[in-house]
């Protein structure tokens, strides 16, 4: 199972990014998916999830500017930030919970991260 995420970069405050993600691999069914974030020198946290019935959950920092989506036939989880502001310089990781194994008898939930994607904020 890979988590290919994609869709940061270099913006000036006020301005829109769009990230995706996309999960390949031996998946049998996707649960929750998430996007989280880390600063420098500050811990991972949650940005966002949306669960595979579509609710939706926010960190109060990106509440209103930030959207989380996701596509369920394509696989694919967004994420929309618009009024990006200096605070959300972060590397953004995506995560997501699969239903995986190699065989049917041995189908299990598991947890995979993607490989992060940088996203640089100027003023």
């Known amino acids: 199972v890979q988590l290919q995420a994609s869709g940061g970069g270099f913006v000036q405050a006020g301005g829109s990014l769009r990230l995706s993600c996309a999960a390949s691999g031996n998946i049998f069914g996707v649960n929750d998916m998430g996007w989280y974030r880390q600063a420098p020198g500050k811990q991972r946290e949650l940005v966002a999830t949306?669960?595979?019935?579509?609710?939706?959950n926010y960190a109060d920092s990106v509440k209103g500017r930030f959207t989380i989506s996701r596509d369920n036939i394509k696989r694919i989880m967004y994420l929309e930030m618009n009024s990006l502001n200096l605070e959300d310089t972060a590397v953004y990781y995506c995560n997501c919970r699969v239903l995986t194994g190699l065989r049917v008898g041995d189908l299990h939930w598991a947890d995979y991260w993607g490989q992060g994607t940088q996203v640089t904020v100027s003023s």
């Open positions: 949306i669960s595979s019935a579509m609710i939706t």
